[in-house]
């Protein structure tokens, strides 16, 4: 049965009665529950409160109409979406100190963030402000407001707020409330019932982790801040069918086209949002056997290289935040019985809770004893994740190379020209990489997306056929992923506009090596291109070496007779890119056609020569 579906089979009244106990029932107390609160985790509750600490220090966060203006002026996003944030999470982190302590000046503090959240003349960011687009103009008009992102994630702190510090909010600020109460209708709530419109639902087939993202804190919203029952359920009724038109988009092997760092903010946020709608109604929704729930749940696992490396796919980090919500994976586990799921999480069981992530996640992960009792162990790393639906094989040895393919198409969420491009990880880290996602600007989603460099089929692991990249269109795609055991096989004839060329790609677990074999037409002009991490440090006919970025040796090599290739070294110049690759990369191009159909490269661990 769907989720949709569990919840039309509850009656009317267990719905209503649902929303009507929800204060009580999501397992949140306010803050007067001492016992509760003072009872957490000594080093998480030492770290929030060190955090809430530092920024009483500090003055607010302020957010600008120039800096709104800037994403058309010059399309940096940034300017604004920092301190926007900078402001979200402070107020997080003054109200979990709230909680943890029950001091007025940490109630005060909160009241402070709420009130200056609540004066905001917009919550949407510019970047998706398109009913301002649409009247060309270049600030939000507050009668008119824009549900995305950043009004969902402006609520949810109310919400929750509202919920933990209730009492003493009325106690200390009279009316602050009632204030929450009108803007989250007027900016929410209201706009969500009246207008079906929003792209995001995915009315038109297209769903994306919006969906779930916005989703689950208008839930919070309804459940928490509207006091209309019947509004409440209608509310959680739209909310529920949104979660399932969702997770009925997902392929049934548990895989995500957004990538890794997506998967938090689309499976785990509908893990999140159906665990608040499970807990309010006592348990009889029940929704953690509906596919592929469980397959997801396994993301993680079969994406990660270890080390705090993942393989990552569009725009995707490949080495990405460590401190994720894995308490909310965590509960996804026991719900589902996994103990490699669980293992997975508990690896991760020392990172903080970041009020960043969100407030209710960092407070059902405070919450969570099972969460706090459960050991660290080693991560579970499989030796092969095949998923046929998004054709991505990972296949690892247990110490030494780790190979990563793709199939899929070039209309894909957050899309890179990338078909059948690979990474290949010694000891964990990446050597040839995929760049991942650039600090997104103006252009990032729009017709101009593929004028970023990194975005490009020329800076991924594939050829340029007769002098052209792949295009972005869902019919440039692998027409066909074969594996067998740890060899690939794909056909990228239709990625490219002309041309005949299929891959292999093999991890050789005997000889401790990966082979790439590219073949081809008769006439085709072929251009290898190949991304690298590191510093190289051996340039000959046939053979590169390349220091990687844990100081390990890699060699790359191919028939000699193709010469040394050409050799680039380019800048990175996007603080987030070199947050993760450092401050170059190299890119490596080898003409692959004199007279021949086919191109062979092999990636070894090197050994220095020593003297005798």
């Known amino acids: 049965m769907s ?46 409160l060190a955090e809430a600490a530092a920024d009483r220090g500090q003055p607010w966060p302020q957010t600008l109409a120039s800096d709104y203006a800037r994403y058309w002026r010059d399309g940096v996003r940034t300017a604004y979406e920092g301190p926007a944030g900078e402001l979200r999470r402070r107020t997080s982190a003054a109200v979990l100190a709230a909680a943890l302590t029950g001091e007025d000046e940490h109630v005060d503090e909160a009241a402070d963030g709420l009130i200056l959240l609540c004066e905001q003349t917009t919550w949407c960011w510019a970047a998706h402000e398109s009913f301002a687009m649409a009247r060309q103009e270049v600030l939000a008009d507050p009668a008119e407001p824009y549900l995305d992102l950043g009004a969902a994630e402006t609520v949810e702190i109310l919400a929750w707020a509202d919920l933990v510090l209730a009492p003493a909010l009325d106690e200390r600020f009279p009316g602050l409330r009632r204030r929450l109460r009108e803007e989250a209708r007027r900016r929410v709530l209201r706009p969500f019932v009246a207008d079906r419109r929003w792209h995001w639902l995915g009315l038109d087939g297209h769903l994306h982790n919006w969906n779930p993202w916005i989703h689950g804190h208008v839930l919070a919203a309804a459940l928490f801040l509207e006091t ?25 092997d548990g895989g995500c086209d957004e990538g890794y760092a997506y998967w938090w903010n689309g499976p785990a946020r509908l893990a999140a949002a159906l665990e608040v709608i499970d807990r309010v109604t006592g348990g009889e929704f029940a929704p953690w056997t509906c596919t592929p729930l469980a397959e997801l749940a396994r993301y993680p696992q079969r994406m990660a290289l270890g080390d705090g490396w993942y393989v990552n796919v569009g725009d995707g980090p490949a080495r990405p935040s460590p401190e994720q919500p894995w308490h909310v994976l965590h509960r996804w586990g026991r719900r589902i019985g996994d103990e490699v799921v669980l293992a997975q999480a508990a690896a991760y069981r020392d990172q903080p809770i970041a009020p960043a992530f969100g407030l209710g996640r960092a407070l059902a992960g405070l919450l969570d004893d099972d969460w706090w009792a459960a050991e660290p162990g080693p991560l579970p790393l499989p030796q092969s994740s095949w998923l046929p639906e998004v054709q991505v094989l990972v296949a690892r040895e247990s110490a030494g190379w780790t190979l990563a393919i793709k199939g899929g198409h070039n209309d894909e969420n957050h ?63 692998a027409t066909s992923f074969v594996v067998q055991d740890d060899r690939a096989e794909v056909d990228l004839s239709s990625a490219y506009p002309a041309g005949e060329l299929r891959r292999v790609a093999m991890l050789d677990r005997q000889n401790g090596q990966i082979r790439v074999v590219d073949t081809w037409g008769a ?31 890699a060699r790359i090599s191919w028939d000699p007779a193709l010469g040394t290739g050409k050799l680039e070294q ?22 692959a056609t004199t007279d021949r159909r086919s191109f062979e490269l092999t990636l070894t661990r090197f050994e220095e020569k020593t003297g005798d």
């Open 523 to 553: 006439g085709a002009d072929v251009e290898e291109h190949f991304v690298i991490a590191g510093k190289p440090i051996v340039h000959q006919p046939g053979e590169l070496v390349v220091s990687t970025l844990a100081d390990g040796l």
């Open 570 to 591: 380019r800048p990175v110049d996007d603080d987030l890119l070199a947050s993760v690759w450092g401050a170059v990369v190299h890119r490596l191009i080898i003409n």
């Open 3 to 48: 989720i949709l579906g569990r919840w039309q089979a509850l009656s009317r009244g267990a719905r209503e009665d649902a929303v009507r106990a929800a204060r009580v029932r999501a397992g949140i107390p306010d803050l007067r529950q001492r016992d509760v609160w003072e009872s957490r985790d000594s080093v998480a509750r030492a770290a929030i």
């Open 415 to 477: 899309n890179h020209n990338d078909v059948g491009s690979f990474i290949a990880a010694l000891d964990a880290t990446p050597v040839l990489i995929d760049l991942g996602q650039p600090t997104y600007t103006a252009i990032s989603f729009s017709d101009r997306r593929y004028e970023q460099w990194v975005t490009r089929s020329e800076w991924h692991n594939v050829p340029v056929v007769d002098g052209q990249e792949q295009p972005a269109a869902a019919d440039s795609r």
């Open 228 to 252: 209309d029952p019947d509004t409440q359920t209608q509310i959680v009724d739209l909310v529920v069918d949104g979660l399932d038109r969702y997770l009925r988009s997902l392929p049934s």
